[in-house]
Nanobody, 124 residues
Framework: QVQLVESGGGLVQAGGSLRLSCAVS????????MGWFRQAPGKEQEFVAS????????VYSDSVKGRLTVSRDNGQNTVYLQMNSLTPEDTAIYYC?????????????????WGQGTQVIVSS
């Protein structure tokens, strides 16, 4: 059974940075393309970023492009989301997800395994 555990969320001021981590256990990370999604209060879940199995390809939503960076360390079975220049609009619960395929996807239905989420709050 694949398990994903996010960490690194918290409270930060606008303009600040956070680094989220997603630790994968139960299977080797290199078998999965990985994604980050978020859900803000009162809003639907939305795609944030995705990285291919080999880390050769990344995709970002327009709202985070240039500010957030997804990366992975297959040897450590961990995926990261570096978040810079945060704004209050980035406040949400952030989830990582695993897709048993080589390539990225922006569709949450294509991800089979999900973490429990980590809360990010950006104050103005």
């Amino acid at each position: 059974q694949v398990q994903l555990v996010e960490s690194g969320g918290g409270l930060v001021q606008a303009g600040g940075s956070l680094r989220l981590s997603c630790a994968v256990s139960g299977h080797t990370l290199s078998a999965y393309a990985m994604g980050w999604f978020r859900q803000a209060p009162g809003k639907e879940q939305e795609f944030v970023a995705s990285i291919s199995r080999s880390a050769g390809s990344t995709v970002y939503s327009d709202s985070v492009k240039g500010r957030l960076t997804v990366s992975r360390d297959n040897g450590q079975n961990t995926v990261y989301l570096q978040m810079n220049s945060l704004t209050p609009e980035d406040t949400a619960i952030y989830y990582c997800a695993a897709r048993p395929a080589a390539y990225t996807s922006t569709y949450d239905t294509q991800y089979h395994y999900w973490g429990q989420g980590t809360q990010v709050i950006v104050s103005s």
